[in-house]
């Protein structure tokens, strides 16, 4: 099996044709970490996450002052619109406002595709995947319906390369984890905002929301099965007044620019708390953020971090001893990343085992759109749809554990009709491509004699090259 065709296939989003040898694989990916951009300018050309929280705060305005949607209105909004005419026109101002969001999206989407197809760095693009599925957000929900593009784009992508702690703290800043984990109106029930509530018998009171400290025990640091309920209440307590500037308007909260990351003090929960056997006894946002320091060095964090990284590179099943070299390595280097990847590199696991790993629908279109020499183009806001179709909208898992990373979740008869059908449809979008020169490209050392022998009986060039993009070894990486 080619030691190149794991590099691209594996390790990076797939061979194009044009590609060209590769004399050191492993030298290679780990020097695209050298030329690799966090900001290129296809993403510093849209709409941030303090525009997108601007414009989630504004459509909900819109939607209490239209009466739909079932937002409460709040004291002081104006009475909703009535009659047929007034109806009419608030149907047509949210349907924009709908628009909007979707168009939004669609772009955030078409730049994170126009890089996994043109980037020189296609590791570091996969890692920036792989992190953002492990700190997933969902956009099927109002608050993050177009959060995903800017939690990937601002959190992820200036960290991929640094100290998981430095990953941590910045995607739990970021709005978009704080607006789809209920953070941004997390309330100490004894914090000067909540005594004031209860001493004027406010109709709404004020109340701590744990969604977002338990996610991060379960799913970005411990893992699952390694905390406690008591746990999950003291890091709650600590994240107390980590909010949005310019989406929450309360009384004794501080102003702040919109989609910036506040700490208001006086929805902060005083006292100390413990969380994973330890005692914190910082005051304000420091609390919290010694418990991340401590959650992402330790050991059980880093046996998570491990196991994951070598299931998405290696096996569903990964090798314990590998799991044990990369959770020792990630302490000894505390908690920096490059070395895990280098690791990964080198480790004769990743390089032995043929085609482990069943590709996702993401990988596998993006893979395909590389071999077919696809790239950035208007056309591409169809990809979107077919990644619908085959099950992985992008940025929508429906949950904060993210996508599956096995074939299990992948691998089923109706799943694999569905990539025929798509494949029929791609291969259409590649012109008078030789399906058999293409596939000794993009699948060198790989290759079956039965692949090859279907493709080169193929009735036409576009069967053919459906055919190489549903076989076995193109499926695989």
Do not use: C
């Not at 993050?144 to 991929?160: S, V, Y």
């Not at 209440?233 to 107390?240: E, F, N």
């Not at 910036?260 to 330890?278: D, K, L, T």
């Not at 791609?426 to 490209?441: F, I, K, M, V």
């Amino acid at each position: 099996m080619s030691i190149a065709a794991i590099a691209h296939n594996r390790f990076g989003l797939g061979a194009r044709p044009d590609a060209g040898a590769v004399a050191d694989p492993a030298a290679w990916l780990m020097a695209q970490f050298d030329g690799f951009a966090p900001r290129p300018a296809i993403i510093t050309a849209l709409p941030d996450a303090a525009a997108m929280t601007v414009q989630y705060r504004d459509n909900l305005r819109n939607l209490r002052r239209l009466g739909i949607g079932g937002i409460p209105r709040q004291p002081g909004d104006p009475e909703p619109p009535t009659g047929p005419e007034a109806q009419a026109m608030a149907e047509a101002e949210q349907k924009a406002r709908r628009e909007a969001f979707r168009a939004a999206y669609a772009g955030q989407v078409r730049a994170r595709l126009a890089l996994a197809l043109d980037s020189p760095a296609p590791f570091a693009e996969r890692l920036v995947h792989f992190w953002s599925n492990h700190f997933a957000i969902s956009t099927d929900k109002l608050a993050t319906a177009t959060m995903g593009g800017p939690l990937e784009f601002e959190a992820i992508r200036p960290n991929i390369a640094g100290r998981f702690g430095d990953l941590l703290l910045a995607v739990t800043r970021h709005p978009g984890m704080m607006f789809y984990l209920d953070q941004a109106q997390s309330i100490g029930p004894n914090s000067l905002l909540a005594l004031a509530a209860r001493r004027r018998n406010a109709p709404r009171q004020p109340g701590l929301n744990e969604n977002l400290a338990r996610e991060i025990l379960e799913l970005h640091t411990l893992g699952a099965g390694h905390y406690s309920q008591a746990d999950v209440a003291g890091l709650a307590r600590a994240l107390t007044g980590w909010s949005v500037g310019g989406f929450v308007r309360r009384p004794l909260g501080l102003d702040a620019p919109a989609g910036q990351f506040v700490f208001q003090p006086a929805w902060h929960e005083p006292g100390p708390v413990m969380v994973a056997g330890r005692r914190y006894d910082q005051e304000g946002e420091a609390q919290a953020r010694n418990i991340l320091a401590d959650l992402a060095l330790h050991p059980l964090t880093a046996r998570h971090l491990a196991t994951k990284l070598a299931r998405h590179f290696v096996a569903d099943v990964p090798p314990p001893a590998l799991i044990d070299r990369l959770a020792a390595l990630y302490l000894a280097n505390g908690g920096a990343l490059l070395p895990l990847y280098q690791a990964l590199v080198a480790a004769p696991e990743a390089w032995a085992v043929p085609l482990p790993k069943f590709k996702s629908p993401w990988d596998w279109t993006i893979s395909a759109m590389r071999a077919l020499g696809l790239k950035d183009g208007p056309g591409n806001g169809r990809v979107a749809i077919m990644l619908n179709e085959l099950g992985q909208p992008v940025w929508r898992p429906g949950s904060p554990a993210g996508w599956p990373d096995a074939a299990s979740r992948w691998a089923a008869p109706d799943a694999l009709l569905r990539r025929v059908e798509v494949a029929g449809r791609l291969a259409g979008l590649a012109g008078g491509t030789d399906p058999r020169r293409l596939a000794a490209s993009v699948l060198p050392g790989i290759l079956s004699a039965a692949t090859a022998s279907a493709i080169a009986r193929a009735e036409s060039p576009g069967e053919g090259l459906a055919l190489l993009l549903v076989s076995p070894e193109f499926l695989r990486r």
